[in-house]
């Protein structure tokens, strides 16, 4: 644990030492802003609740998240750190685990940075502040999933750009396995069941449940697997792609 | 203390490494000799645990770097070729970093730290960022990682590549410090460093060990200066002229 504790604080810190984490901070208070007020119509709705706040939240993580992802092993396998990383007496559980939570904590720093909205909410009116915090928790986790599929994606590339490419469409497929567009390429061929189970892997259908307030053990454990999975698939790639 | 045994490296069919066998004892340093390309850092990559070798095996203090990887890297210091560290991190973070992962603590912690920082001379650039520096610091800084928790086994890839003449005379100076206690590695492609640190030489060329011997019986041997034995064991056979892989 005090492995992946040191491996957790200096991928904190490399963020902080770089502009990196200070534009990226400043840009997604801005966008969060600008959708919430203008295209949420925050006041027009005249409800005090963060709905209009929320609702751009997996869009937002859709382009944002991989940014911060793609880093994590393909600069590392650009530069050679990775050799250096790899051959210290760390396990790649190890690794990937501190270079993970390195990046959702940063993640969890930017979004709790966007407090002034709530704190706006409850002047103007008395909102559900349950709700809010279960929206806070739902946005923190399917942030998790995101950054552990950038993660995984990364650690194929040492290029920087695919991997966050990559990452954007596959986290875009998976915001999106429960509509139409994604379930019509398969209902005309595949059973029933397997149409069922693409719909129920949908970041946002899980995503919506938890920010309205439903707090239900199925969408945590959902999170909890997609986080598992791809950290999990992380390692294995890691295992054959770190020399290349 | 470093044995491997039919050490075998393949990428799609070309074999990179061939049956290396050698072993290696504390207070020798072995100078691992060859043209560019031979298969010397992919043997050491996989001496240290950062790739597998596709068959054969390599013991390190007793402990197979396949199976008991960690207990094996625990004992290895290594530099990889280009010394490799984070650039934006300052020489005090990194190797602070570094005796965390390597679980230093307390008194030892800031011995080992002051004496690394005091061999290498970095006291002056502890506070500036690692992209600053130059290539010596660099290449110091990644030696300062290497020995910081006085392992039993330096491995060192190219450790004096791209320095000026004074700062590879002071980093063969330290070599031969300490290889009294130490079982030292270090892959060359330089001559002269054969003859200035190492106990040993092992010539490999195309992923074969050629030669395996002192650097005076070499020299004897050959009849002249080391470059024509080096030349004479990597050119004559024409088996080894495909060089140019790495």
């Keep these: 644990m005090n492995l992946v504790k040191a491996l957790f604080r200096r991928e904190l810190r490399s963020y902080f030492a770089t502009p990196v984490a200070y534009v990226f901070i400043v840009i997604f208070l801005i966008l969060m802003g600008t959708f919430t007020f203008y295209l949420g119509g925050f006041f027009e709705r005249g409800q005090a609740d963060l709905r209009p706040f929320f609702d751009f939240h997996p869009w937002l993580y859709l382009f944002l998240l991989p940014a911060i992802s793609m880093r994590l092993w393909a600069e590392e396998r650009k530069t050679g750190t990775v050799e250096f990383l790899m051959t210290l007496p760390v396990t790649p559980w190890q690794a990937v685990l501190g270079k993970f939570l390195a990046a959702w904590a940063f993640a969890g720093i930017a979004l709790a940075l966007t407090f002034p909205i709530w704190i706006t909410v409850n002047y103007l009116g008395s909102p559900d502040n349950g709700a809010i915090l279960a929206g806070y928790v739902g946005s923190f986790l399917m942030a998790g999933g995101f950054l552990a599929i950038g993660s995984c994606l990364s650690a194929f590339t040492r290029n920087q750009v695919i991997a966050f490419v990559i990452t954007v469409v596959v986290c875009f497929g998976f915001l999106l396995s429960g509509f139409p567009l994604v379930l019509n390429m398969f209902s005309g061929w595949a059973p029933q069941i397997v149409v069922d189970g693409i719909a129920s892997l949908s970041f946002l259908t899980h995503f919506s449940n938890i920010s309205r307030g439903v707090i239900e053990l199925r969408d945590l454990v959902y999170f909890a697997l997609v986080i598992g999975t791809f950290l999990y698939a992380n390692t294995v790639v890691l295992g054959w792609k770190k020399a290349d | ?246």
Excluded: W
């Excluded at chain 2, 130490?182 to 001559?191: P, W």
């Design chain 2, 1 to 246: 203390m470093l044995n491997t045994r039919d050490l075998t490296k393949r990428y799609d069919g070309h074999t990179v490494v061939d049956s290396l066998t050698f072993s290696c004892e504390p207070g020798e340093v072995l100078g691992f000799l060859g043209p560019n390309g031979a298969g010397k850092s992919t043997t050491m990559k996989m001496v240290t645990g950062f790739i597998s070798p596709s068959a054969g095996s390599a013991i390190v203090c007793g402990h197979d770097i396949q199976t008991d990887t960690l207990a094996a890297q625990r004992c290895i210091g290594y530099l990889a070729e280009g010394a490799p560290l984070y650039p934006e991190m300052t020489p005090k973070q990194f190797l602070d970093f570094v005796a965390d992962v390597r679980g230093l603590k307390g008194e030892r912690r800031h011995e080992r730290l002051n004496e690394v920082i005091a061999l290498l001379h970095l006291g002056p650039v502890l506070a500036q960022t690692i992209d600053t520096l130059s290539k010596g610091f660099k290449r110091r800084v990644g030696l300062a990682q290497a020995m910081l928790h006085d392992p039993d086994v330096l491995i060192l890839d190219e450790p004096t590549d791209g320095l000026d003449p004074n700062q590879k005379h002071e980093i063969r100076e330290l070599i031969r410090q300490m290889s009294k206690q130490k079982l030292i590695v270090i892959s060359t492609h330089i001559l002269e460093e054969v003859d200035a640190v190492c106990t040993r030489a092992i010539i490999i060329a195309d992923g074969r060990l050629l030669v395996d011997d002192t650097p005076k019986n070499l020299v004897a041997d050959g009849g002249g200066d080391l470059e024509t034995v080096f030349r004479r064991v990597t050119t004559n056979d024409t088996a080894y002229t495909s060089l140019g892989t790495s």
